[in-house]
């Protein structure tokens, strides 16, 4: 989706280095999330945030951290890349359908990160 | 606790024929169900989804899925094959109003000429 924009789109780096992926949103939307997707696992959380104010963990957020810069910005850092952190890591943003009460998640075109 | 199954990893067609992509959820309270599609080097992007309303989903390029509550699945269809549609496909699921989605493990739809 073009509203949802992740940057870098592809990243090599090395074991220890600190490593940040931004994403930016057009869409308006309150809520935002990162996740990662290995094969074979589908897409897994990692953080989310309902607001500039408010950040929660997913369920594999050790090794990873984030910022809500504002509501169009939301970055993950990883603080010192390992190996197994290599993947495909998608940002999402989403905002409640108060009509049918349904959170509909759109997301960004992915970053592809390999951590030697 | 919510959770999906989708039942086949791959799935095969040629053109003009059929799709069926299977998918099984488990979920305590009413859940939402959605079909997501990932082209090869592409974001995901959302085929249709289904929130308690009319439980036959009509979503875009001719898709269209059914919940049914009895059987637990939530199965995604197209009358027709076409090359375009070659990709991997996430079924995924949350509790009506709550924002964590729980991804399938996906399908990947070959499309034979």
């Known amino acids: 989706d073009a509203d949802v924009t992740q940057t870098p789109r592809n990243r090599i780096t090395k074991t220890g280095k600190r490593i940040m992926l931004e994403c930016s949103q057009t869409?308006?939307?309150?809520?935002m999330y990162w996740y990662r997707q290995d094969p074979g696992l589908g897409l897994r959380l990692i953080y989310y945030?309902?607001?500039?104010?408010?950040?929660n963990k997913g369920e594999i957020s050790d090794g990873y951290s984030v910022s809500r810069q504002a509501q169009a910005k939301f970055s993950l850092s990883l603080e010192s890349a390992i190996p197994n952190q290599t993947a495909l890591y998608f940002c999402?943003?989403?905002?409640?359908?108060?009509?049918?009460?349904?959170?509909?998640?759109?997301f960004g075109p992915g970053t592809r990160l390999t951590v030697l | 606790a919510q959770s999906v199954t989708q039942l086949d990893s791959h799935v095969s067609v040629s053109e003009g024929t059929p799709v069926l992509l299977r998918c099984n959820y488990s979920s305590s309270y009413s859940p939402s169900l959605f079909w997501y599609v990932q082209h090869p080097n592409k974001g995901l992007q959302l085929l249709l989804k289904?929130?308690?309303?009319?439980?036959l989903v009509k979503g875009i390029n001719g898709f269209e899925a059914e919940f049914k509550k009895s059987e637990t699945s939530f199965h995604l269809t197209k009358p027709s094959a076409h090359m375009s549609d070659a990709a991997e496909y996430f079924c995924v699921v949350s509790l009506t109003g709550a924002n964590n989605l729980f991804f399938g493990t996906g399908t990947r739809l070959t499309v034979i000429p």
């Open positions: 869409k308006g939307h309150d809520r």
């Open positions: 999402a943003t989403s905002d409640l359908d108060r009509a049918t009460y349904t959170d509909t998640q759109y």
């Open positions: 289904y929130t308690s309303a009319a439980t």
């Open positions: 945030s309902f607001d500039v104010k408010d950040i």
